[in-house]
């Protein structure tokens, strides 16, 4: 059921748009249960390399404010601690940020991202069809959501967060009950139910 389950809103600043070859910067995650705010968790990153002049343009975000800042090795299992493996990877173009967080964990020999996955950007074009634009200030605006500091991690993340919550009530005014039957989500483990022979649930 959709109001037990744990959906984490992350939001990842890069020094580029390549995962297999740019690191990140700022990791920021939002946790909402049953419509509600519930945590939040967030760390800027070194990424071993000099900062690109066009990533501190976008972030603000310099080579020294990073440099005395943990490597991704260093926080990587707080960050999975947070996330859980039983909650909703959740994010606005959510291929970008769950590829970068794959890439750098394969990198360390870990195991990939074990979580359903969902985009609020598609999630948008489904609930409100009719808006001419879909990036995050776009959408801030649209709906009255404050957006402090767009591209940085943690301002975005609320951003994404409160916005998920909007979308995810409107589904679920309309009747909307099951993870399984929300629009995009992918990733979903299958279950065999085993009370009813033959059966299976998702999630």
């Not at 959501?145 to 919550?165: G, S, V």
Request: proline share 4%.
């Amino acid at each position: 059921m959709i109001d037990k389950t744990t959906f984490v809103v992350v939001d990842l600043e890069t020094t580029g748009l390549h995962a297999s070859l740019d690191g990140i910067v700022e990791i920021a995650a939002v946790k909402i249960v049953n419509g509600q705010i519930v945590g939040e968790w967030d760390t800027m990153v070194n990424p071993g390399v000099f900062l690109p002049l066009e990533t501190t343009q976008i972030t603000g975000i310099t080579t020294e404010m990073v440099k005395d800042s943990p490597a991704f090795a260093d926080i990587v299992d707080d960050y999975l601690g947070f996330m859980g493996t039983d909650s909703v990877f959740v994010a606005h173009n959510v291929d970008f940020d769950r590829e970068f967080m794959n890439k750098h964990l394969e990198k360390m020999g870990r195991s990939l991202l074990p979580n359903p996955y969902l985009c609020t950007f598609k999630m948008a074009k489904q609930v409100h069809p009719n808006l001419s634009r879909y990036g995050l200030g776009s959408l801030c605006t649209a709906f009255g959501i404050e957006l402090p500091q767009a591209h940085r991690a943690l301002h975005d993340a609320r951003a994404t967060a409160q916005l998920f919550i909007k979308f995810l009530k409107v589904l679920q005014n309309g009747g909307l009950k099951n993870l399984k039957d929300i629009p995009y989500i992918q990733n979903l483990p299958k279950i065999v139910d085993k009370s009813v022979e033959g059966q299976v649930s998702l999630f």
